[in-house]
């Protein structure tokens, strides 16, 4: 068995992915993310191999956390060479909770010898990616909805998905002691 690419994330409820959809304002180069495909990612990882990815999947279901809310609010973009490159929607701010869940699983990682991501981490959902659009229709986009809120939920779970280039496939996973 070859490694896989892995991430593990928090999967957003079907009802505010759809309403994430409703903001899509039909712009060319600006492609929404599939609603299922929402998420916030807590770590990614590039090619792990099946013995590495044993331990993780053990590290993890080891992991206990209390359910939380999260607020889907701030729309923002990420740039790549000054234009824009991702829109996203992020969670507010100041929840230990969250930060809490992120630190356990970098510890995770860590003990199964994973990388961690060393910058600073911007919680957030990745709700479109942006190819050829300008930063002043973006700026303007996100001026006509910067009261946007998306709603609020609970954070009870979180996934080990698998991710696949070639496919729009991911693969979930979930042990039992991954639910708050």
């Known amino acids: ?3 896989q ?5 928090i999967d957003l409820p079907d009802e505010i992915a759809e309403r994430l959809i409703g903001l899509d304002p039909r712009y060319r180069g600006l492609i929404f993310t599939a609603p299922e495909q929402v998420h ?3 770590a990614f990882f590039g090619n792990v191999d099946p013995e590495t990815t044993a331990a993780l999947k053990e590290k993890l ?3 206990s956390f209390r359910a939380f809310f999260l607020p889907v609010t701030a729309l923002g973009i990420f740039s790549r060479k000054g234009m824009p490159h991702i829109l996203w929607i992020g969670v507010g701010t100041a929840h230990p909770h ?3 869940l992120h630190k356990r699983v970098n510890e995770a990682a860590l003990a199964c010898k994973l990388p961690i991501e060393e ?4 919680p957030h959902f ?3 990616r942006a190819r050829g659009v300008s930063s002043e229709l973006m700026r303007s986009f996100l001026k006509k909805n910067a009261e946007f809120e998306a709603g609020i939920f609970r954070v009870d779970a979180f996934y080990l998905y698998e991710s696949r280039l070639t496919l729009l496939w991911w693969g979930r996973e979930c042990h039992p ?3 708050g």
Do not use: D, G
């Open 98 to 100: 969250l930060f809490q």
């Open 126 to 128: 990745t709700i479109a």
């Open 61 to 63: 279901a080891e992991i």
């Open 119 to 122: 910058r600073a981490w911007t």
């Open 177 to 179: 002691a991954c639910h």
């Open 1 to 3: 068995m070859s490694s």
């Open 5 to 9: 690419r892995l991430f593990i994330a």
């Open 40 to 42: 916030l990612t807590l």
